[in-house]
């Protein structure tokens, strides 16, 4: 699992029952990237409570690539793919925000990390804007989800609004 790429567009595909390790793997091979996100989900099986990792869109996997090159039909084709999830007859594209909020949520291995609350003093990652990649401390949390964060630009300490959104607890 990686983040955006320019030129890379993000889909979603129709998973074939219980095949979500076969499609990964096989897309995989083909130099497709795949993203799964799973979330805990506790069972009662015969009695007891078992905790097993599931995906939070049951039947769907994300799939990127790049449009310009095609591509989509050897999606279509993969083992443990039914179809590329279309309205006409191209396929759909994923939001982008969508699929970076998703990975922000989410650890390496795609697990739906619980959305971890921003307090003042937090140190924080900007991911979007002009000061992506800047490294801020939260100052304070405004109500409309805007977070002022202290960043030190060009030597001194700056206060800056910043979508929550757009930042990464570090």
Request: charged share 25%.
């Amino acid at each position: 699992m990686t983040h955006h790429d320019p030129g890379t567009t993000w889909f979603l595909a129709q998973i074939k029952p219980n095949s979500y390790r076969i499609a990964e793997r096989n897309l995989g091979r083909q130099g497709f990237r795949t993203f799964l996100p799973l979330q805990e989900e506790t069972r009662r099986v015969r009695g007891r409570f078992t905790t097993q990792m599931r995906p939070l869109f049951p039947g769907y996997l994300f799939v990127a690539f790049d449009v310009e090159r095609g591509g989509w039909r050897a999606v279509n084709s993969s083992y443990g793919v039914t179809r590329l999830v279309s309205l006409g007859k191209e396929p759909t594209p994923v939001p982008p925000e969508l699929i970076s909020t998703l990975m922000l949520r989410c650890d390496r291995e795609g697990k739906l990390m619980p959305p971890k609350l921003l307090a003042p003093g937090d140190e924080v990652m900007v991911t979007k804007g002009p000061f992506a990649e800047f490294v801020a401390k939260v100052d304070r949390i405004a109500p409309d989800r805007r977070v002022w964060v202290l960043m030190e630009i060009m030597g001194g300490a700056t206060r800056v609004a910043v979508d929550a959104q757009h930042l990464r607890a570090m």
